[in-house]
């Protein structure tokens, strides 16, 4: 059991919360899709830890990642002109670069050359790939930016979307580490599937064993089948906020992937973004979504609590488990219904919530080494290579089999 104590430790975001200023220093997160930020347009809000930022590119094409307020009298640069490399202020035409140079200060009649180099502007370390403008928030040196196998993928082999929920950023990183809920929140769509996805509906008790690494663990989801089988599906969980889960459409070789990370936007609420990609072929998982209309990204959830965030129990009566139309909005519904915030120290947790006492535990270990003035290890650095990893999914033949054994 998660104390309230500890429930806030691991949740609070925003100011001096010490997981916020871990999460800001050792690593770098996804802040924005790459295709809002336009060379020469107007600069794009970005909310992250409860602070206001802009996003914005030059025409050369480079990205500027600044806080929100003016550094002369605060004035929103989302109001600005962008030109080549900077950002001007509408307020008095203070002009920075996408560096955080003053460029240019024309009300300051009193050699404005030197007054420039005296403002301190905070411009923040940005790198693109699967889609997305990337940005570290820490201060100093920042460390690498995450080396993913998605990262440098062209677009014909990586999709990204996300979706603001008004849900801590926690709840999205154990929406994405639980198995067990599989079989039964989707039970419409397993029961369907003739893969191994579908095959967990042949068995809702879920056992689990799980491999240390140094970015996080692997948590294998065992389920015994009918046949004799063993059914494995195991998700990568790499700290502090991604999941990459196993397959869910089709089975063999060259299959879509898909990794979730759950970004804080602050204390109540997030951002769930979600890559779809493929390594060997273009990806076809999110025009398959698309196609079917179960995508609820652009335009957010189908309602409130009021409405039950438009649940349909008319489609419940003729069958449908849950009253929604696809996974995802099942997913984001019931992440929502908790309420902005669990609190964890009033759950009764079983057996199958293995992987999500492991997250915690983690994350606690990790943010408690941070307070005492020592780097997580799961901080990203020179070492830390994620290139490699990949969540598989099958079937053992035996309940001797070894899952780590399954190909990737």
């Known amino acids: 059991m998660v104390s309230r104590e500890e429930n806030d430790l691991l949740c609070r975001v925003i100011g001096d919360a010490p997981m916020g200023r871990m999460l ?90 030197e007054f420039m180099k005296t403002v301190k502007v905070k411009s923040y370390p940005t790198r693109e790939g699967a889609g997305l403008i990337w940005v570290w928030l820490g201060e100093g040196t920042a460390p690498p930016a995450p080396d993913f196998e998605w ?17 801590n950023w926690l709840q999205g990183v154990e929406a994405t580490i639980d198995s067990s809920h599989i079989a039964l929140l989707h039970q419409s769509w397993t029961t369907a599937s003739a893969s191994d996805f579908g095959a967990t509906r042949q068995n809702t008790a879920v056992g689990y064993e799980f491999e240390k690494k140094p970015y996080g663990f692997r948590a294998a989801a065992l389920r015994a089948i009918p046949d004799g089988s063993r059914l494995a599906r195991v998700t990568e969980f790499v700290m502090p906020y991604y999941g990459l889960i196993p397959p869910v459409f089709g089975t063999g070789p060259m299959q879509d992937r898909t990794a979730i990370i759950a970004v804080p936007i602050d204390d109540e609420n997030l951002i769930q ?8 072929r273009p990806c076809d ?64 947790l079983c057996s199958a919530d293995q992987a999500i006492i492991r997250v915690r535990r983690e994350l606690l270990d990790e943010v408690r080494r941070f307070m005492k003035g020592q780097p997580p290890k799961s901080g990203q650095g020179e070492a830390m290579s994620y290139k490699s990893i990949r969540a598989v999914g099958g079937k053992l033949a035996s309940p001797a089999d070894d899952w780590r054994t399954l190909p990737a």
């Open 24 to 113: 800001r220093q050792h690593y770098w997160l996804p802040a924005i899709l790459s295709v809002r930020v336009r060379k020469g347009e107007a600069p794009v809000r970005v909310k992250l830890f409860g602070r206001n930022f802009v996003a914005f590119r030059g025409g050369d094409g480079q990205v500027g990642f600044l806080d929100e307020a003016c550094p002369h009298r605060g004035a929103s640069l989302a109001l600005g002109r962008v030109d080549d490399c900077a950002v001007t202020c509408l307020f008095h035409g203070w002009r920075i670069s996408a560096r955080g140079e003053v460029l240019d200060v024309p009300n300051e009649p009193n050699n404005p050359k």
């Open 151 to 167: 990262m440098d993928l062209p677009p014909e082999q990586c999709y990204t979307a996300g979706i603001e929920l008004n849900a």
């Open 273 to 280: 973004w979600y890559i779809f990609y493929n390594p060997e």
């Open 285 to 348: 998982s999110f025009r398959r979504v698309q196609r079917a209309n179960q995508w609820p990204m652009a335009g957010g959830l189908p309602g409130d609590r009021s409405n039950n965030w438009g649940q349909n129990r008319e489609i419940m009566t003729a069958g449908n488990a849950t009253g929604f139309h696809d996974i995802p909005t099942e997913d984001f519904v019931v992440m929502v219904s908790m309420g902005p915030i669990v609190d964890r120290s009033q759950e009764y």
